[in-house]
């Protein structure tokens, strides 16, 4: 049965030759491809190179259509771009890749049908993906269930690897408290001391604002009040009329759409000429800026990953990365947007899980607590395999943690401020893994 993002014009561009029997893309799985109608496929380039080997099956959950689609299509380049490279240097342990993906529409209630679907009916070995947090909650306790690993490519809700913390899954970039630590003691001391935050009301916002309030008063500063506003808000203005007070500074918590709505918004109503503003990285990721134009100019804010090719991101990892990143957005996004951390975090994540296959010989699921134990406390430096930079793995919660970016809005492209170490970035941990 087709799904509707199979439909759409990007997905005829990007995942197949329109209307020819040849697969275009590494990783592209006999579930996936059977989707795409009766016409017999031919093998994809690389097959033959690997005759009989089985190929591991890696399920990929990300929301191509409704609220998130935008993030969730740009994640999706990262994830096949890794396949991609790793299919074409011989694959893991001589076995290829092998893709299913599956749309859960920006719903939690879906995402956790698909995730049923692919650990049980299609038999992944892996899981890896998610992108928005109330949907990997929601899917958590099904990779538990299943004793299957989850390598999470997005998600930032700081209960994922605190409160609600599994075994079986692993988050490969940076969360809320991290981030608050590096970025807070900035904007306190370079921007204003009395800030306003406002942010999404659902999972990640809320983690993400209360990580944010702890650390911008540790650092001396005051927060005067805060602002939820829903996921998916159309129009903000009712919200953004509400926000009074003593600010000087106004914190941001959004991301794709709805960063786009609240920051014009918000200059429209005169509300950025009152005070500072600073914010998640997220409000202004590359893949929106156009649509942001003018009235970003001048934000401040932290990310894990920033488009630029200057110090100390002028690495030939990194170029490779942006370069064939460019590539692949531009058949998902004619514009041909620059890189962001969503590309980024996924790309690096099936890197970790390379490393961990490698190094555990994991064969399947019946490996998995082996492949668990190899991943857990794993180091990883800066390289092909991971141009962001060095990470840790943490073994006590799975938390990884990485150096951080601030950035400024500077004619309309990021332009570096400041480096936070990883070593500076990391927080104790908050979680206790279920007993076996």
Excluded at 67 to 82: E, I, N, P
Excluded at 93 to 106: C, F, K, M, Q, T
Aim: aromatic share 10%.
């Amino acid at each position: 049965m087709r799904e509707r993002w199979q439909d759409e014009a990007w997905a005829q561009n990007f995942w197949w030759r329109g209307q020819t029997t040849r697969r275009k893309f590494l990783g592209l799985s006999a579930a996936a491809a059977g989707a795409l109608g009766g016409a017999m496929l031919v093998p994809a380039p690389w097959r033959e190179a690997f005759g009989q080997a089985k190929p591991y099956k890696i399920g990929v959950l990300q929301p191509l259509t409704g609220a998130a689609a935008a993030g969730g299509k740009t994640a999706l380049v990262g994830t096949q771009l890794a396949a991609d490279r790793i299919n074409k240097a011989g694959g893991i342990n001589g076995r290829p890749l092998e893709l299913v993906i599956a749309d859960y529409e920006s719903k939690p209630d879906v995402g956790r049908r698909k995730a049923e679907k692919l650990v049980v009916e299609d038999k992944v070995d892996i899981g890896e993906g998610g992108y928005l947090s109330n949907v990997c909650l929601a899917c958590m306790p099904v990779f538990e269930e299943q004793k299957t690993v989850f390598m999470i490519g997005v998600c930032l809700d700081t209960t994922i690897t605190t409160t609600n913390c599994s075994r079986y899954v692993f988050r490969p970039f940076d969360y809320a408290p991290s981030q608050a630590v590096a970025f807070a003691p900035y904007i306190v001391s370079k921007m204003a001391k009395k800030w306003h935050v406002v942010y999404l009301d659902y999972a990640w916002g809320q983690s993400t604002r209360d990580a944010y309030v702890a650390e911008i008063k540790k650092s001396g500063g005051e927060v005067t009040g805060t602002t939820g506003i829903p996921l998916g808000t159309a129009d903000m203005t009712a919200f953004i009329s509400k926000i009074t007070g003593n600010f000087d500074g106004l914190f941001a918590i959004m991301f794709g759409a709805n960063a786009v709505t609240f920051t014009t918004q918000a200059y429209d109503l005169g509300l950025l000429k009152k005070a500072r503003y600073a914010g998640d990285g997220a409000v202004a990721e590359s893949t929106h800026l156009a649509a942001l134009g003018q009235k970003v100019e001048g934000f401040v804010g932290v990310n894990r990953y920033i488009p630029i090719l200057t110090k100390p991101l002028d690495t030939p990892y990194h170029k490779k990365f942006f370069e064939e990143s460019k590539v692949l957005l531009k058949k998902m996004d004619p514009s041909g947007p620059d890189p962001d951390r969503y590309v980024q975090s996924n790309f690096e994540a099936m890197n970790f899980l390379k490393l961990g296959i490698q190094k555990s010989g994991f064969r399947g699921r019946e490996d998995t607590m082996k492949l668990i134990e190899a991943l857990e406390g794993m180091e990883v430096k800066e390289g092909d395999d991971f141009p962001q930079g060095d990470k840790t793995l943490r073994k006590e919660d799975h938390q990884a943690f990485l150096r951080q970016f601030i950035f400024d809005i500077h004619e309309r492209k990021h332009r570096l401020l400041d480096v936070v170490a990883k070593e500076k970035t990391i927080v104790p941990p908050a979680c206790t893994f279920p007993k076996a």
